[in-house]
């Protein structure tokens, strides 16, 4: 036996990887934010291109490929944020039976795994930030497809649990333990203690490449939301994880659905409209692609490129009688004032001022909760026409 294999990850080890982790959190996050930004004017031109081309052209057939692949990479690009948000979650209470339940569709889609939850009824609500959770279970839930190259079932239990006497990681407290069960190939003795590692992988050879950094990050999730995991598997059985996360203190908390916001129902096509739009926003190639858009679409764009520019340019046209019909102000401006001290200032000038917060900060406190601080809509980037031109259209006429 090899006892470095076995050794047990002390706290100062622990200590030293979860640093490690959080600089390269760090790193993807800054790339991640850059390339999402790019990523807007890809996505934006490629979907003004479809419009301007016959429905049933070759070309028209190109561009959609392209825009499913941009679609994959703007996932890709989600995930990168998620995860680089490290640090402190944004809790609130989550209805962890639809959120899980939703994860393990996304993450098995296409797959030949199939996925069985046990009963829910009774299940507390947690107390998460449901995007985080989210990337932690997604994690877990391509591992156990992972290990069942030829198909399976992946079982996921939930149960409510009562920590009495605290014990090395977990507060007193009520936490819900959410058990997910492989029927995979399993894991040796030698490599549990490993798992949870950064960049330790075994699939480094495999038909699929790891990268080591799935358990790494379910950890430090789970742990930053003052919960726990834990496995235990036998070779050629399975595998099961417990997931325990706290409860949310009271049990009659407004349970926000799980997954993505509430959108109303997209059709396919972008919807025109008229009025005048002032576009806020620090890139250029930004300000370009929207003011193309919105000219598409037939209305009439002004830019600002940051928040005191943008005020000006909205009083000066109130005071003109020619009024802005739409703000979409940006959230985060280098250098400038952002989205957030802009809305505020807007307000005072105008409090029926029709606002949209746009952003790739999908994880920023003002995009989730973007009513409360004074928008009536949000488009996070990458965004599309079509999504973009409906949301604009229902903001300018109220529908
Ligand atoms: N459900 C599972 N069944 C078998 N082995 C697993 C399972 N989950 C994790 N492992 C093992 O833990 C290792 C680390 O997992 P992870 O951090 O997600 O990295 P990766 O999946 O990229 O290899 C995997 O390479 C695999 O050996
Ligand atoms: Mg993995």
């Known amino acids: 036996m090899n006892d470095i294999a076995n050794r047990p990850a002390d706290s100062q080890d622990l200590k030293r990887q979860i640093r490690q982790l959080e600089s390269i959190a760090a790193l993807s996050g800054g790339i991640a934010h850059d390339y999402n930004n790019l990523l807007t004017v890809i996505m934006g031109n490629i979907s003004l291109a479809v419009e301007h081309v016959a429905s049933d052209s070759k070309l028209s057939d190109l561009l959609e490929q392209a825009l499913a692949a941009s679609r994959v990479a703007k996932t890709l690009t989600r995930r990168l944020i998620t995860f680089s948000k490290g640090g402190q979650p944004t809790k609130k209470p989550t209805d962890i039976v639809s ?72 507060a007193p407290g009520r936490y819900i333990d959410i058990a997910i069960k492989d029927q995979g ?83 396919k096509k972008p919807v025109s409209g008229k009025g005048r739009v002032l576009v806020m926003d620090d890139e250029a190639m930004i300000r370009e692609l929207t003011g193309n858009m919105l000219g598409h679409l037939g209305y009439e764009a002004d830019f600002a490129e940051e928040g005191r520019c943008a005020v000006r340019k909205y009083q000066a046209a109130l005071e003109a009688s020619v009024p802005y019909d739409a703000v979409i102000l940006d959230l985060t401006i280098k250098g400038g004032m952002g989205g957030q001290e802009t809305i505020k200032m807007l307000k005072e000038i105008d409090p ?48």
Not at 352 to 375: H, L, R, T
Request: hydrophobic letters at 40%.
């Open 99 to 170: 959120l899980i339940e939703n994860t393990a569709a996304f993450s098995l889609s296409g797959s030949n795994i199939r996925c069985e939850l046990g009963p829910s009824n009774g299940t507390w609500s947690a107390f998460t930030d449901p995007q985080q959770i989210g990337q932690a279970i997604h994690n877990l839930m391509i591992n156990a497809a992972e290990s069942m190259p030829s198909g399976g079932t992946v079982f996921i239990g939930f149960e409510n649990l009562t920590v009495e006497s605290p014990n090395s990681i977990l």
């Open 185 to 267: 190939v399993g894991i040796p003795a030698e490599h549990i203690e490993k798992i949870f590692d950064p960049y330790f992988s075994t699939k480094a050879k495999g038909a699929v490449k790891g990268t080591g950094l799935g358990l790494s990050i379910s950890y430090s999730i789970i742990s930053n939301h003052g919960g726990e995991i834990t496995v235990c598997s036998r070779l050629g059985v399975g595998t099961t994880f417990h997931v325990l996360l706290p409860a949310s203190e009271s049990a009659a908390d407004a349970v926000e659905p799980a997954g993505v916001k509430k959108t109303p129902p997209i059709s």
């Open 352 to 399: 029926a001022v029709k606002a949209i917060v746009s952003s790739g900060y999908s994880d920023n406190p003002v995009i989730a909760d973007y009513e409360k601080y004074g928008f009536c809509e949000v488009v996070a980037k990458p965004y599309e026409m079509v999504e973009f031109s409906q949301k604009l259209f229902r903001v300018i006429n109220k529908v």
